[in-house]
RNA sequence: CGUCUACGAUGCGGGG
């Protein structure tokens, strides 16, 4: 069984659904009993894949034979839900889980609050991290992320940055996705100064920024058609053998041709093609 | 302590 498991857990990886459902039914007709596992594998595949109704049909399906979900079983679904934004649903969910006996966790309430910040719901977030608090979870820097990238979302730095401070005194640390996320804020804005400002005390901290945060920068450099700063990242990146990708040359070459540089554009492209990366 | 949930950040263009 927990070699099928582990079978139908590549294919579900890989998106794969059509092999993963006749290993499954394969190992049934083996006379295997599937576990737990492999239901809660089977339903995160579907899931993933955005096939709602076929996941809930396995998690009948396995309730049908009487088989116990997990903690894990109930995080996949209210998860999966989320995911495809439906989040309000998956809310309504976590009640009857949780009456079932499931003891909900931080990675429970951050995929519901995550949920609700790209449905654009950020109150609905915020009633959501309340309620964790009150139910004595401890929220992450992955909350508090989501949360600052919603408010971000809304144009609404002030609060993010109140929700900054709310996380730091809780002794939580930044970590890079947490800077990307406001530098991302910041760049979003055009308030450039800022988003200097915590690059530079993001390596202060420690930490080395990565591809998405130089992606950021260098974005927020091209909406104020500020094409020196945004090689200068460039530069930089080179220097520190960050590997650009096709999102940075995009990018660059973009904001270049709309600046009527087109030698410098065409020599980005070349230097993209020699680095293997095929123009979208 | 055999297998599952890891949740957060970035571009351009097009469509609506």
Redesign the pocket.
């Known amino acids: ?3 099928y ?2 079978l139908i ?1 590549g294919h579900c990886r890989k998106g794969d659904m059509d092999v993963a459902n006749s290993l499954f039914l394969e190992m049934i007709e083996k006379g295997l009993k599937p ?4 239901y ?2 089977l339903m ?1 595949g579907y899931f ?1 894949k955005g096939d709602t109704e076929r996941g809930f049909d396995v998690f009948d399906q396995m309730v049908g034979v009487n088989i116990v979900p ?4 109930f ?2 679904v209210i ?1 999966g839900l989320c995911k495809v934004g439906r989040t309000s649903e998956a809310k309504e969910m976590l009640k009857n889980f949780v009456e079932r006996g499931f003891i909900p966790i ?2 429970t309430y ?2 519901i609050i ?1 949920g609700f910040v ?1 449905e654009g719901a950020i109150n609905s977030a915020l009633s959501v991290y309340r309620g964790m608090c009150e139910s004595g979870i401890s929220p ?4 508090y ?2 949360l600052i ?1 919603g408010f971000c ?1 809304s144009n609404n730095i002030d609060l993010a940055l109140k929700m900054l401070n709310e996380m730091k005194s809780k002794g939580l640390e930044l ?4 800077y ?2 406001l530098i ?1 804020g910041f760049c ?1 804005r055009r308030d450039m100064e800022s988003a200097r400002e915590l690059f530079s005390e993001l390596r202060e901290v420690g930490l080395s920024p ?4 130089y ?2 920068m260098i ?1 927020g450099f091209r ?1 104020l058609d500020n094409m020196e700063a945004a090689l200068d990242l460039h530069k930089k990146m080179i220097n520190e053998g960050i590997p650009c990708d ?2 940075t040359y ?2 660059l070459i ?1 904001g270049l041709l709309k600046d009527g540089k087109l030698p410098l554009a065409s020599d980005l492209y070349s230097e993209m093609l020699s680095k293997g990366i095929v123009p ?1």
């Open positions: 069984v927990v070699s498991n582990n857990l576990n737990v596992i492999t809660s594998v995160d993933k997990t903690d894990f079983t995080n996949t998860n931080c990675l951050n995929s995550d790209k992450n820097v992955v909350t992320t989501s990238n979302k970590d890079v996705m947490a990307c996320t991302d979003k990565n591809i998405v945060v992606n950021s974005s909406n096709l999102q995009t990018t973009d979208d």
